[in-house]
């Protein structure tokens, strides 16, 4: 099955800085890739899907970019209520396999 | 808006059985499929399998052939998760996602349930 690699594991954020996750899977995998956001005590929410096309009503801060075997998922001028957990996801083979996540915190 | 609303917490013993629903809401059933995710306590989310709410297609996690069985009744909208023979491992959040593939396997989740808390304990 695919690995995904997250990096890093947690990071601490003042509001308005720009905060970079990777994502690396073990094998290309196009663009089948896709993030989530998952904040305490609550369900997971799609933020992008195929590596860089954001979802309906995401705001525009968050972006994804890359292919192939590295992605990257960026949020633009962080605000107080992005803290979370961030998740990276699969598709391109069976089983769909996630990242093990970055915990984003607010300083 | 597609909403889908998940059974109640369970509490079960090793080695029973737990059925968890998905009412699904605001959308056409039949044109999207149903994953399965779980979350064990302070860990990462893990996929066990797929239905296609059109045909009853499946695809499970390896790792849960012959534990568990996804269903769906598309008179009511609703998708079920049937796990067998439980261990205290399998103590998670269990949540149904949308999927956008009725077909061919799953894809992503764009929707979720608020999940459903399954204790196994003796």
């Known amino acids: 099955e695919i690995v995904l690699t997250q990096s890093p594991d947690f990071q601490s954020v003042t509001p308005k800085e720009k905060v970079t996750i990777t994502c690396r899977a073990s094998?290309?995998?196009?663009?089948?890739l896709h993030w989530y956001q998952q904040k305490p005590d609550q369900s997971p929410k799609l933020l992008i899907k195929?590596?860089?096309q954001s979802f309906s009503g995401v705001p525009s801060r968050f972006s994804g970019s890359g292919s192939g075997t590295d992605f990257t998922l960026t949020i633009n001028s962080l605000e107080a209520e992005d803290a979370a957990t961030y998740y990276c996801?699969?598709?391109?083979?069976?089983?769909?396999?996630f990242g093990g996540g970055t915990k984003v915190e607010i300083k | 808006q597609v909403q889908l609303v998940q059974s109640g917490a369970e509490v079960k013993k090793p080695g029973a059985s737990v059925k968890v629903s998905c009412k699904a809401s605001?959308?056409?059933?039949?044109?999207?499929?149903i994953s399965w995710v779980r979350q064990a306590p302070g860990q990462g989310l893990e996929w066990m399998g797929w239905?296609?709410?059109?045909?009853?297609?499946?695809n499970y996690a390896q790792k849960l052939q012959g534990r568990v069985t996804m269903t769906t009744d598309t008179s009511t909208s609703t998708a079920y998760m049937e796990l067998r023979s439980l261990r205290s491992d399998d103590t998670a959040v269990y949540y149904c996602?949308?999927?956008?593939?009725?077909?061919?396997?799953?894809?992503?989740?764009?929707?979720w349930g608020q999940g459903t808390l399954v204790t196994v304990s003796s």
């Open positions: 996602a949308r999927d956008p593939s009725n077909a061919r396997g799953p894809v992503y989740f764009d929707y």
């Open positions: 605001g959308y056409t059933f039949t044109s999207y499929g």
């Open positions: 239905i296609s709410a059109y045909n009853g297609n499946t």
């Open positions: 094998q290309s995998i196009g663009s089948s």
């Open positions: 195929y590596a860089s």
């Open positions: 996801h699969q598709s391109s083979s069976l089983p769909p396999t």
